[in-house]
């Protein structure tokens, strides 16, 4: 009898993780596969990536959730379904009337289903974070230094990090890794500091699931386009990072197994159209005098609202049973379709939406050409552009997001071929040995059986 209490009590305090695995999960904002898979021929200095993807599986591409952009695509990740089933549909939340001060999909209480981070925790696993979107109050996550601010510009933002981090865990690194660079803008200074931060969870935390968001290369690829030289440089610098995490990790784990995604990849662009004007033409919009939050059109009221996302653009209705506003949105959108200099590619209806697990409000997604983006402004119909975006439909082949895996059990030069963005998920968590029932799809093998 009291063997059996015995053995009940040690499978009770036994961590569920059963493979022994450890994962470093570094996501690369807007880095394109072919940076890596065709590094000369970009003229990319990158040995650490190169040695990932050498000495791993790698996929050819990911394609990616609708739209191509940031928030939407990285709860893809740590969740294995489509916006349509997490409820992240966007960077920032939708708010025609400008109540909200463009707040982002910070909180991870909007993701409505369960995430890599909670599920790893159950099993028993420690888990650790740095500047992952919608990352804010996530549970599981025993060392949390989300990706959060509200101006980017002033000094309170460093506070409102410490509040909504782990208690204490900001001023405890900062004392070895230096200040935290909140401000995203100050693109590569502030990766250099989450790498800092990240480095100091692996060491000390010791967690054997570790996210990390580098987002250096997408703030200079829209500047300057994608493979321009600051962009390339970024990326080097990037590439540098990447091995003092694999360092740190290592000092911990010697196999600590690493994961290089992204979220989508990069287009160059030109032109952008403003579909806001149109919408107010057509008095689905109406816009006030002077101008709102940062600049944006004073909207006082709408039947119909243009929520641009760079390439793409979701058209919600404010009723969605009005049937004779979603007639006018329609031949509105046809009529702009219809003339090339408008640079639109296709019209989505709601079918083609659903098909692609984009936002399931939206009546209408306007798709544009490749050298195109979409704003929302108060200005000229069409301008003259120049660097580059993403958010366009996972269709569009720049779009395809990154994968590469280095670890222990994982092929040598493997090529999983095209995959999808749902897969990463469930393959994280049987690399790992935790279920992980929630996601759309099966996770990978790389080689033999987990």
């Not at 696993?125 to 992952?132: E, H, T």
């Amino acid at each position: 009898m009291h063997r059996r209490l015995f053995l009940l009590l040690v499978l009770a305090l036994t961590p569920l993780w059963a493979s022994g695995h450890a994962l470093l999960l570094i996501s690369i904002d807007g880095l394109r596969p072919d940076s890596v898979l065709q590094a000369d021929a970009h003229g990319l200095k990158i040995p650490h990536l190169r040695r990932i993807l050498r000495d791993g599986a790698h996929a050819s591409g990911v394609r990616g959730a609708l739209p191509t952009v940031t928030y939407p695509s990285h709860t893809t990740i740590v969740t294995g379904v489509w916006p349509a089933r997490h409820g992240i549909y966007s960077n920032v939340t939708f708010d025609p009337l400008g109540k909200n001060f463009e707040g982002w999909y910070w909180y991870s209480e909007d993701i409505a289903v369960p995430t890599l981070w909670e599920s790893a925790a159950k099993a028993g696993l420690i888990v650790g974070s740095v500047s992952w979107p919608v990352s804010v109050g996530a549970k599981g996550i025993r060392y949390n230094v989300p990706e959060y601010w509200r101006t980017q510009k002033s000094a309170d933002d460093l506070k409102l990090l410490r509040a909504v981090s782990t208690p204490g865990l900001v001023a405890e690194i900062a004392q070895e890794a230096g200040s935290y660079i909140v401000d995203l803008d100050d693109a590569i200074p502030g990766d250099w500091a989450r790498t800092r931060y990240a480095a100091w969870i692996l060491r000390h935390g010791k967690p054997q699931l570790m996210t990390v968001h580098l987002a250096a290369l997408d703030h200079l690829q829209h500047a300057t386009g994608p493979f321009s030289p600051e962009s390339n440089h970024t990326l080097e610098q990037i590439d540098e990072m990447v091995g003092q995490l694999e360092e740190a990790a290592r000092t911990v784990l010697p196999d600590y197994a690493v994961c290089i995604v992204s979220d989508h990849g990069f287009s160059r662009i030109d032109h952008s159209l403003n579909l806001m004007r149109p919408f107010a033409e057509e008095g689905l919009v109406t816009v006030g005098q002077g101008s709102g939050f940062r600049g944006a059109p004073l909207v006082t009221d709408w039947k119909a609202f243009p929520k641009v996302d760079g390439g793409s653009a979701a058209i919600l209705l404010k009723d969605p049973k009005d049937e004779g506003t979603r007639v006018k949105v329609e031949q509105l959108l046809r009529r702009l379709a219809a003339d090339p200099a408008n640079g639109i590619a296709r019209i989505l209806d709601r079918k083609a939406v659903a098909a692609l697990g984009g936002n399931p409000e939206a009546a209408f997604w306007v798709d544009m050409q490749a050298n195109f983006s979409v704003v929302s402004t108060v200005g000229v119909r069409v301008t003259a552009t120049k660097g580059g975006t993403h958010g366009y439909s996972p269709s569009d082949p720049e779009m395809l997001a990154s994968f590469f895996i280095a670890g222990p059990e994982v092929g040598h030069d493997l090529t999983l071929g095209e995959m999808d963005m749902r897969s990463v998920a469930p393959t994280v968590a049987a690399y790992l040995g935790f279920p992980f029932p929630s996601a759309d799809l099966k996770p990978l093998v790389f080689v033999g059986a987990w």
